[in-house]
Nanobody, 121 residues
Framework: QVQLVESGGGLVQPGGSLRLSCAAS????????MGWYRQVPGKERELVAT???????NYADSMKDRFTISRDNAKNTVYLQMNSLKPEDTAVYYC???????????????WGQGTQVTVSS
């Protein structure tokens, strides 16, 4: 069993900052790419940022100047530092990880339960 547990969401004023965390736990042999996605009701889930185990990053164009993704491989944890937040950043943010559970086994996609980020005055 593998779990991704997110934390750090909440209510913040426009221009403020939040830091999201997501820790993977359970039966894990290797964690490959980790990332963050977000979803607004009625819209499709969209990419925020991803980071490989070698720390190569990829960002959605609208967020790369304000958000920073990082990871701690020893802790199987990914972070998202969000600065200069705007009301349009309001969404449920989901953690994603590609995880191999055993030597020689497949690498599968796992998702966290989501954490609400609300940007409002």
């Amino acid at each position: 069993q593998v779990q991704l547990v997110e934390s750090g969401g909440g209510l913040v004023q426009p221009g403020g900052s939040l830091r999201l965390s997501c820790a993977a736990s359970g039966s894990i042999f290797n964690v490959y790419t980790m990332g963050w996605y977000r979803q607004v009701p009625g819209k499709e889930r969209e990419l925020v940022a991803t980071i490989t185990s070698g720390r190569t990053t990829n960002y959605a164009d609208s967020m790369k100047d304000r958000f920073t993704i990082s990871r701690d491989n020893a802790k199987n944890t990914v972070y998202l530092q969000m600065n200069s937040l705007k009301p349009e950043d309001t969404a449920v943010y989901y953690c994603n990880a590609v995880i191999q559970r055993g030597l020689g086994g497949p690498a599968d996609d796992y998702w966290g339960q989501g954490t609400q980020v609300t940007v409002s005055s």
